[in-house]
Structures are given as C-alpha cells and as structure tokens.
C-alpha cells in the first residue's frame, strides 16, 4: 500500500526488453501449469489410458483361455500373432483424445469466457505469437502425455498378460509407429481443439463440435446407408489415423501417405482459420 | 501522451464511439467521464488496440499500441476487473504476464506488496471480492513500470481506504511525469483526482478542459432567491436565457442571472427579497448540465417526472 517502490521514470529511451517468442513460450507453459483443470484432465488421461490397457489385457488374457477348448478360435488367435497385444497401451486413445481435445478447447475458450484473453493480448497486441506458443504447449503436452501414458499402460499391462504367457514387444516395428503416430493423432485432436476454442470462445459450444466430429459423426456416418457417406467416412480424422496405424489395410483404403495427409489438412485448414479469426476479432 | 484522432467504433447499427478526438498529456490525471454506455470503456480497448476502430485512430506516445516493441512496459492498463482467469492465483496470474517481457518475480512481488495484496497472493482469484479483483488489476497494470497508465473504472467496488489510496496513487504517477488516463462515472471522483477532464456521452466528447474550468464555465450563475412577491418577481426576471424555478412557496432558484442582476430588479420594483444566495455548480451538477441529451439510459423517474432540468434543483 505504499507507493515507494515505484521508481522514478527512466529518462533515456530503453524501455527494456519485449514479449519475444520465448518469452511468450515461456507465459503460456506458466498459464497451462497453474490452472487445476489442466493437472485433472492430465491425470484422467493417464488413468484412462492405463485402465482400458489393463482391461484389455485382462480380456486378451480371458479370450485366450476360453479358446483353448475351442479350436477354431484358438486359430484364429494364433493367425494374429504379436499383433495381438501391439494394441493394448494405446488401448484408450479414442476416450484419451476427447480429454485432450478437450483440455485444449478450455485452454483457449476459458481466455474469452474469463476475460484474460485482455490480459493476453494487452501483453502481446500481435496476438498470433501467443496462439502458436499456446499451440505449441498444448500439442507437445498432448503428444508427452499420451507416450507416457502408453508406456504406464505398458507397465501395468504386461504383469497382467505375463498370467496367461503373453508379452508386449515395445520395441517392434509396428509397436513403435503406434506410439509415434498416437502420440501425433492426440496432437492433432488437440490442435483442432484449440482451433474450434479459439473460433467459438465458448467451452461449452467448442466441447460438444470436438465430440461430435470424433465421436458422433463417425457412428452417423456409419449407420447412414449409401455409397457416399462410405466413401466420406474413410477422411474423417477418426478413421484416417485407424488408417495409418493398421497393419493389414482394406483394399479400397487410402494410402499411408494419403491419410497422413487428410489428417494434415484437418489440422491445417481450423488452425489457419483461428488465427486468421483470432487476429482480426475484437477480443 | 495519448491522441486519439477521430477514433469511430460502431456495432451493427449502434454508433458505440463517434470520431472522437483529443489529446491526454504527460505529468497530469486526466479523468475520462461519462454515464453508463457513453463509450468510455469501448475507446480504452481501442487504445489498447484489443478493439478495432471502425475509423480513426489512436496512439500512445505517437506509436500504435500494438507496435510497441515492449507494450506491457509502455502502457499499463485495468481494463476490467475481469480479465484474469479465476483458476489462477494473483501470483501466478501476474507471473505469467511478466515472463512475456521477462519482468523479474522480484518485480512481481514488489506489486503485490504495492497493491496490499500481500496476504492473497497465493489464493484463486475466484475467491476475490470485487476492491480485490481491482487492486489485481493495478498491480498488472503497474507491473511493466510503464510511461503510461490506462485505468477503466478503477475505484469501483473499492472500500473506502481503497478509494483514497487508488486517488494518491493516479496524482503520485503523474506527478512522476507518467501520463495516467482514468476514467469513471462518478463525477465525485473525478472532482477529487483529476487535473484535466474529457466528458463522453453517447459516444461523442462533449467537453475537453481542465476541471475547473468545466465548474466555473459551463455550470450557468445561480442564484437561491427568498421574497414575499415570488410571483411577480418572477415575471420581471423573465428573458431569454433566463430560468426561473418555483421550489417553495416564497423560495426561487434562478438560473442565467448574476445575483447583482437580481438584487437590482427586485430594488427597482420595490420587492423586499429576504435571501439572495449565489450558487456555485458543483461538479456533479456541471456534469449533469452537460450530459442531459446525451444520457444513454434514463432511469424511469427522471423521464417521468416531467421536470424542467435534469438536476431536479436539489
């Protein structure tokens, strides 16, 4: 309450330094660590992906077991090899992805809904700065998140699959790129999480357009008959990352290279938007 | 120095701020006044370049805001009391801010001490009574040091300790040659803290002066006058520009004389007048006077009683 601290103004020009990229880098990690939501959508993220891994491979582990009095199940079994428990740490992606999706629309709508968007750009008026270094701490947390908690899913599931004499191989090919390319996919939902945040300044409203392009368009689609909504499913992000990860493809699916792509532009095309959007729009 | 040259904001249909134009100086308090809905808080964001003006322009020491290569150390601004997110505590709040401009935590404490938030500084925002919540804001407001200091109703929901401590503040700032803009709807205020006044009422400036001279130019003489011959006094007094009001059976309030002028009549025609009192114009009452056709939203008793001026002669 006292006005001493002040210091006399500065008579020469140096004002002293600005909000330079790192800076801004360095305020949003700030702002993402200090609000409690984070710490629980994280948490939760993590449980979900190691409870579904533990449950899947406890149902693995079941399935097998009945299908030894069963031969023709147990054929089928063997016919899937290793591939059979590559799955189970990233088991929990599809529920993973709404949280974090999630999260990241908060991030950005709860500036608009609290006000702090003004103190935001009052710092950084360009404002485009502050959106791609909070881009950029969203996606890298998404993508560190979801390949740690993998891994947590792969330590508590292998004692599980050890009871019935199956293992995980970490180390495979194909185990490898499904971390790599979940670990990217959750990036990519919270992109377009912060994007549909930044678009609508509304949790609620950006909430809800995140679970209905990941989860009910894709059902919709599916239960509508004809050609077209076949041939539309297959570019839903969804579907394209299902694409990238599997092993054995349909025979009209897209290419690796394409479905990589798709989800690219799914990515691109709202991020592009927000900015353009967030740039111009009062705040 | 902010100069703001016919600065324009418009929303839909609705003309928020009007080609405002005017100049706020270094080294003095300049209070920005207007009802509710005059267009105050809508020009500061403009300044602050948070809000685009539909024409016009602003700048704050001859630069756009938003091209200061250190804005948080160039301008300071309380927008709203509201701009924080409630999750975060006061110190992790203004942490954030200062780490875009690599403002020192020594300089973050200095603040909260600064602000008397002291005792808060680690607790949610979400807990914080509104004089709190503003008393955050000061402190985000002085955190870059700045030249110049932007403050949207500042004292509001401050308790009265709070009042006279955000009033010492503004003078101390400008007496350091810093330029402070401040605005607010209550004319008291600003006739305690302000050297320098811009009135706005519906969107557009009405008066642009130093406040004393909005006191003694604008408010009209008046004069309080008691006589047992109030009825044929008044017609005497009648002229063009003249007022005069009944309040009492024996008692007159006029406006647009001086009280020689009217002592002089009520000499010439012989009526005994047993109290001439002149009038000065307070503040709130040159205000009033000033923002009568600009008033935004008239509360439902000053329209329905048909009253000859605004300020109801009390």
């Given at each position: ?6 210091q006399?103004r500065?008579?020469?020009?140096k004002?002293?330094?600005?909000p330079?990229?790192l800076r801004i880098?360095?305020?949003?990690f ?9 710490l ?7 449980l979900?992906?190691?409870g579904?891994?533990a ?7 079941q399935?097998?077991e ?5 031969p023709e199940?147990a054929?089928?079994?063997?016919a899937?090899?290793a ?9 929990g992606i ?15 709508s709860?500036e608009?809904?609290?006000g702090?968007?003004r ?13 791609i270094?909070k881009?950029?701490?969203v996606t890298?947390?998404?993508f560190?998140?979801?390949v740690v908690?993998?891994?947590?899913a ?5 004692p599980i ?5 199956f293992?995980?191989d970490?180390g ?12 990217l996919?959750?990036?990519a939902?919270?992109a377009?999480g ?9 949790s609620?409203?950006g909430?809800?357009?995140?679970v209905?392009l990941?989860?009910v ?9 004809g ?8 570019y839903?992000p969804?579907?394209?990352f ?11 699916a897209l290419?690796v290279w394409?479905a ?13 938007a ?7 729009r009062d705040? | 120095m ?9 929303y839909g249909?609705?003309t928020a701020?009007d ?5 706020v100086?270094?080294g003095?308090?300049t209070g ?17 370049g ?6 016009g322009s ?13 804005p ?9 009391a ?12 203004l ?5 875009t401009?690599?403002i ?8 909260i001490e600064?602000?008397?938030l ?8 979400k807990g914080f ?13 002085l955190?870059g ?14 308790d009265?300790e709070?009042?006279?401590?955000v009033?010492?503040?503004v ?13 607010s709807h209550l ?5 305690m803290?302000?050297d ?13 002066a ?5 006191i ?12 047992d ?7 005497l007094?009648?002229a ?7 309040q009492d059976?024996e008692?007159?309030?006029v406006?647009?004389?001086p ?19 002149p009038?000065q114009a307070s503040l ?8 009568k056709?600009e ?8 329209t ?11």
């Amino acid at each position: 309450m006292s006005t001493a601290a002040l210091q006399p103004r500065r008579q020469d020009s140096k004002v002293g330094p600005g909000p330079s990229f790192l800076r801004i880098l360095n305020s949003e990690f700030i702002k993402f660590r200090t609000l409690l939501s984070t710490l629980i959508l994280v948490g939760s993220t993590v449980l979900v992906m190691v409870g579904f891994a533990a449950l899947n491979a406890w149902g693995i582990g079941q399935f097998s077991e009945a299908s030894n009095n069963d031969p023709e199940a147990a054929a089928a079994f063997a016919a899937q090899g290793a591939d059979l428990t590559v799955g189970i740490p990233t088991s929990g992606i599809a529920f993973a992805q709404l949280i974090i999706g999630s999260l990241a629309v908060l991030l950005m709508s709860s500036e608009f809904t609290t006000g702090m968007a003004r103190s935001t750009f009052a710092a950084v008026p360009k404002r485009t700065p502050a959106f791609i270094a909070k881009l950029l701490v969203v996606t890298v947390c998404a993508f560190v998140v979801t390949v740690v908690s993998s891994f947590l899913a792969y330590i508590v599931a292998t004692p599980i699959l050890d009871n019935y004499g199956f293992d995980i191989d970490l180390g495979s090919d194909h185990s490898r790129r499904l971390l790599l390319v979940s670990g990217l996919y959750v990036a990519a939902v919270a992109a377009i999480g912060m994007s549909l945040g930044t678009l609508l300044r509304n949790s609620a409203g950006g909430i809800m357009s995140l679970v209905g392009l990941f989860f009910v368009v894709p059902i919709a689609f599916q239960l509508i008959p004809g050609e077209f909504f076949e041939e539309a499913r297959k570019y839903l992000p969804d579907n394209l990352f299902n694409r990238i990860v599997t092993a054995a493809p349909a025979e009209d699916a897209l290419e690796v290279w394409q479905a990589s792509m798709w989800l690219g532009v799914w990515v691109v095309v709202p991020v592009a938007a927000a900015m353009i959007v967030l740039k111009k729009r009062d705040v | 120095m902010i100069e703001a040259t016919g600065l324009t904001k418009v929303y839909g249909d609705k003309t928020a701020v009007d080609g405002v134009s005017f100049t706020v100086q270094a080294g003095r308090v300049t209070g920005f006044l207007g009802p509710n809905g005059a267009g105050k808080s809508t020009t500061m964001r403009m300044i602050m370049g948070l809000d685009r003006p539909t024409s016009g322009s602003v700048t704050v020491n001859g630069v756009p805001f938003a091209q200061h290569a250190a804005p948080l150390r160039e301008v300071g601004s309380l927008l709203d009391a509201k701009a924080v997110h409630t999750g975060r505590t006061a110190y992790n709040h203004l942490l954030a801010m200062a780490a875009t401009h690599s403002i020192p935590r020594k300089r973050v404490q200095e603040v909260i001490e600064m602000t008397g938030l002291g005792e808060v500084a680690k607790k949610k925002v979400k807990g914080f009574s509104l004089g709190m919540g503003q008393r955050l804001g000061i402190a985000a407001a002085l955190l870059g040091d700045p030249q110049t200091i932007i403050l949207d109703e500042p004292v509001n929901g401050l308790d009265p300790e709070g009042v006279v401590w955000v009033r010492n503040l503004v003078k101390y700032l400008a007496s350091e040659g810093r330029t402070v803009f401040l605005s607010s709807h209550l004319m008291s205020e600003m006739a305690m803290t302000a050297d320098h006044l811009i009135v706005i009422g519906r969107g557009r400036i009405i008066a642009d002066a130093p406040i004393s001279e909005i006191i003694s130019g604008k408010g009209q003489s008046r004069a309080r006058v008691r006589t047992d011959q109030p009825q044929q006094l008044m017609r005497l007094l009648a002229a063009d520009g003249v007022s005069v009001e009944v309040q009492d059976h024996e008692l007159l309030e006029v406006t647009g004389l001086p009280a020689r002028e009217i002592a002089r009549t009520a000499l010439d025609h012989q009526i005994m007048v047993y109290e001439l009192t002149p009038l000065q114009a307070s503040l709130e009452e040159a205000y009033m006077e000033l923002t009568k056709d600009e008033v935004e939203y008239h509360s439902l008793i000053t329209t329905g009683a048909a009253a000859p001026t605004q300020t109801g002669g009390q």
